[in-house]
């Protein structure tokens, strides 16, 4: 939707995606290679946008070699939490400077844990939704939610297809922005 509006877009992400007009893919695999990337971008940028975490864990340990099950009777998984990229660009140097708008999926009391999430990962503003309906959100072309600011400003969005919820995000964050 940014890039169809004129913006240069960087698009960084650990999944393929189509070829878009104006949108530039820069393919990482893990949390690191994408905390990285995301520093390498953030140069010049105005806003932000983190749309899903890569992972909430990681195993604590990567096997060097295949893990055969004749030699390993009982395997435990040990995982360990993956830093948070957003709330991690938000508290350095080059990030603070950046409008940054997170997500935050919820099965209930959305705007208590929106607004928590925002206060605690340090951004300007988070949109909400409810990933308990099957009508929006995962699985669906279409999406509902809430646009909440650090200002305090809230802003309902109703069901719409995803296209249609990112000129809307777009359209209320704009007018936020820093002016150059």
Known sequence: AAADRGARVVLVTTVEHPTHNGVEVRPVETAAEM????RTQLDGADLLVMAAAVADFRPSKVAGNKIRRAETVHLTLDLEPIPDLIAT?????GGAGVYRVGFAAEGSDLDAR???????KGLQAIVANDISRKDVGF???HNE????FADGTRQEIPRMTKREMADRILDLVGPRLPKP
């Open 35 to 38: 905390l990285a990337e995301l």
């Open 89 to 93: 660009i938000g508290g350095e140097k």
């Open 114 to 120: 929106a607004l928590e999430k925002m206060k605690k």
């Open 139 to 141: 699985g669906s072309d």
């Open 145 to 148: 939610g809430v646009i909440q």
